[in-house]
């Protein structure tokens, strides 16, 4: 497989701290969950929590969301304190953190090896950024002479049509797939995130019954999906996400051939 030489964009040897994102949202470790679903609402996928001096304590992402409103084990969290539940209650702990210490190719190599979709940076104990795939991608700029074919996931997992809204979501917590394209008979429908499930819910003032949605996905997903061809090269997608696209299926008339993501483009990034 052809590489990407990340140096042409950016340093190697510099600290991680020149692509981390700075402006971050954070919470308090005491945050209610009502707060907590409200920063994703607006767009937060990954959310640091911290103590008042802030201090670093772990994360929440979207799909932790997902799990605390009936997606997953973090239920039973729900049904104890429902919308008044603590942040801590709903964060993860095992997010490997980087310091100012570390050089761009280190956190890279690292984050390849370990399959890591983040790391929040500190500065001793404290929250100070967040490096995520992103700030790698986003910083290639031209083309790469590497067709979308080569990179994609071919044969993704998907949600069909007839699946439920809850049925999703629980595949969406035990995969921790955070993104499936909709599609029947191999047509792309649509896509779904945690983000839709979560938006869906609050407009049905439905937060607290999440186990009891039946309607098909369909009607959460979002139908106006951007695409890319498989023949496109790398570059095509690359701008799209810098757009704010996680996550591209990759059609070749109206077929869905497969998708392709911040992290395999990723995989491809050699410093």
């Known amino acids: 497989m052809r590489m990407i030489d990340f140096s ?16 971050i949202r954070t919470h308090l470790l005491g945050s209610k969950a009502a ?27 979207a799909i ?28 993860e702990t095992d997010a490997e953190a980087v310091t100012p210490k570390h050089s761009v190719s280190k956190v890279l190599a ?10 929040p940076l500190l500065v001793g104990t404290k929250f100070s950024g967040l490096v995520s795939e992103s700030s790698f991608v986003h910083r290639v700029r031209g083309r790469t ?27 969406m917590v035990r995969t921790r797939y955070r993104r499936l394209p ?5 047509v792309l429908l649509g896509i779904v995130t945690p983000y839709d499930i979560i938006s869906f819910l609050k407009s049905k003032n439905a937060l607290h019954d999440l186990k009891a949605q039946t309607l098909p996905v369909t009607q959460v997903m979002n139908a106006n999906v951007v695409t890319v061809s498989p023949e496109d090269d790398l570059a095509v997608a690359i701008d799209k996400m810098r757009s704010g ?26 410093a």
């Open 64 to 91: 932790d969301v997902l799990d605390f409103l009936g997606g997953g084990a973090k239920y039973s969290k729900f049904l104890s304190g429902r919308f008044n539940t603590k942040a801590q209650a709903i964060m």
């Open 110 to 119: 690292g984050m390849k090896k370990r399959n890591l979709d983040s790391c």
């Open 145 to 171: 002479g590497i067709p979308v074919r080569d990179a994609m996931v071919a044969k993704p997992m998907i949600a069909r049509e007839h699946m439920s809204v809850a049925d999703v979501a629980s595949i």
């Open 35 to 61: 707060e907590v679903i409200q920063s994703v609402l607006e767009g937060h996928n990954r959310i640091p929590v911290t103590d008042e001096k802030m201090h670093y304590h772990g994360m929440i992402k």
């Open 182 to 186: 909709v599609a029947t008979k191999g």
């Open 245 to 270: 696209y996680g996550c591209l299926p990759v059609v070749e008339e109206n077929e869905l051939m497969g998708i392709i993501t911040h992290r395999d483009v990723l995989e491809l990034l050699n």
């Open 8 to 23: 042409r964009f950016v340093d190697p040897e510099h600290p991680v701290t020149n692509i981390a994102h700075q402006d």
